[in-house]
């Protein structure tokens, strides 16, 4: 499921402030246009350039190179996944080179572990959390159908929690892809029969 792929990236962009990123000087001053988030407004200095308040998800330096020393120290079963400390930098605190399967496998099992000592805060961190629960109920290879009905209500309230805290811009297309896994799951059964995960390793 690329959509993993994609939303791995976007927190890691973003907690991280890589290239794609999805918080910026360009975002913030989208958001004094729309006229939403004032917390979050860019502020002119004396110089003028711009300094910009730190968010609800921003990582500090320190919680950015413990993350990915965690990445870089971790040892996982043979086969599990490929070695992701290979594309670790503790030193730029960046995570390159990562295939779809590794995102697969961090964003469901190791990305909360890996946050919950150095997560910007409890609410970001809750995020986290549901969306993997979810990904991880998604990609089961038994599903109980009557438990569906909970976990769309689970994501739904999880995307408006994000709504909260996080930009506009993080909301790409594959975001709100999430919401219509729970159908689905509904018209074709587990997603773990369809993957194209055994023929990309």
């Given at each position: 499921?690329?959509?993993e792929?994609?939303?791995?990236d976007?927190?890691?962009?973003?907690?991280?402030?890589?290239?794609?990123?999805?918080?910026n000087?360009?975002?913030?001053q989208d958001?004094?246009?729309?006229?939403?988030k004032?917390?979050?407004h860019?502020q002119?200095?004396?110089?003028?350039?711009?300094?910009l308040?730190?968010?609800l998800?921003?990582m500090?330096?320190?919680?950015?190179?413990?993350?990915?020393e965690?990445?870089k120290?971790?040892?996982?079963?043979?086969g599990?996944?490929?070695?992701?400390?290979?594309?670790?930098?503790i030193k730029?605190?960046?995570?390159?080179?990562?295939k779809s399967?590794?995102?697969?496998i961090?964003?469901e099992?190791?990305m909360?572990?890996?946050?919950?000592?150095?997560?910007?805060?409890?609410k970001?961190?809750?995020i986290?959390v549901?969306?993997?629960?979810?990904?991880?109920?998604?990609?089961?290879?038994?599903?109980?159908?009557?438990?569906?009905?909970?976990?769309?209500?689970?994501?739904?309230l999880?995307?408006?929690?994000?709504e909260?805290?996080?930009?506009?811009?993080?909301f790409?297309i594959m975001i709100?892809?999430?919401?219509?896994?729970?159908?689905?799951?509904?018209?074709g059964g587990p997603?773990?029969?369809r993957w194209?995960y055994p023929?990309?390793?």
């Open positions: 499921m690329h959509i792929k994609n939303i791995f976007n927190f890691i962009s973003t907690f991280l402030d890589l290239e794609k990123s999805k918080d000087l360009q975002v913030r958001l004094v246009q729309i006229g939403v004032p917390e979050l860019p002119v200095l004396s110089d003028g350039n711009y300094a308040p730190p968010a998800f921003t500090y330096k320190k919680d950015k190179m413990m993350f990915c965690v990445l120290n971790m040892k996982l079963p043979k599990y996944s490929s070695n992701i400390s290979k594309g670790v930098n730029e605190c960046k995570i390159i080179g990562l399967h590794d995102c697969h961090l964003i099992d190791i909360p572990i890996a946050l919950s000592s150095c997560a910007p805060s409890n970001v961190l809750d986290i549901g969306i993997s629960y979810f990904l991880k109920f998604i990609c089961a290879k038994v599903i109980n159908p009557i438990e569906l009905d909970k976990k769309q209500k689970e994501i739904t999880t995307l408006c929690n994000m909260k805290y996080f930009p506009p811009s993080f790409t709100h892809l999430l919401i219509h896994l729970v159908e689905e799951v509904r018209l997603v773990h029969y194209i023929f990309e390793r």
